[in-house]
């Protein structure tokens, strides 16, 4: 479940992307969280979830709506079907979050270009 750990600064690395896609998860007041994803040159997606009794709610999701370049349409596409799926879990490994929303899973690493 979610925890102090899952803060922090991570990424999604794959071969229809030429960057690796970044997330930012950070907890707000209470039992809220948000976690916001880029596609660098893309739209900015950001959810907001809701810890209650041992469980995730999504809560928000907003996007940004810019023209998107060809190189990047693909791997946005499927960012923002995974954050609209409304996320259910998010879990730290070691070095790794685990995302769990809309029935599928995604592993982001840490990111090691910024400071913990």
Known sequence: ??????????????????????????????????????VPKGNMMHCMVREAEGTLKQIKYNTTDKELPVEIMEVEGLMAD?????????????????????????I????KDKPM
Not at 4 to 26: L, N
Not at 108 to 111: A, P, S, Y
């Open 1 to 38: 479940m979610v925890g102090k750990a899952c803060e922090g600064d991570w990424e999604y690395r794959t071969d229809r992307a030429p960057v690796p896609i970044k997330i930012t998860v950070k907890k707000f007041i209470g039992d809220d969280w948000m976690i916001a994803c880029m």
């Open 82 to 106: 995974f954050f609209e799926g409304g996320i259910t879990d998010i879990k730290r490994e070691g070095e790794s979050l685990r995302i769990k929303s809309g029935g599928k899973e995604l």
């Open 108 to 111: 982001f690493t840490l990111d």
